[in-house]
């Protein structure tokens, strides 16, 4: 779920990844490298649950809420 987290980080803070992202999803996540598991979820705009820290073996929740 690194992938994710990094993901949803660059798009929050980039406004061309945005802008790509808006017109074509599936090509940017593809290009991000997520699975089809995590693209399928961002498609359907579930909340999205990252493990962080677990290279240090300390788990913190975080969660990405999409608005419509």
């Known amino acids: 779920m690194d ?3 990094d993901f949803l980080t660059e ?3 980039d406004p061309f ?3 790509a992202y808006a017109q ?3 090509g940017v ?3 991000a490298g997520l699975g ?3 693209q399928a979820a961002l498609a359907r705009r579930e909340l999205v649950e990252v493990a962080v820290g ?3 073996g300390r788990y913190e ?3 990405c809420i999409w608005q419509p």
């Open 17 to 19: 990844q945005q802008l």
């Open 11 to 13: 798009l929050n803070i």
């Open 54 to 56: 677990e290279s240090s």
């Open 61 to 63: 929740r975080c969660a």
């Open 36 to 38: 089809p598991d995590e």
């Open 3 to 5: 992938r994710v987290y």
């Open 29 to 31: 996540a593809a290009a």
């Open 24 to 26: 074509d999803p599936a």
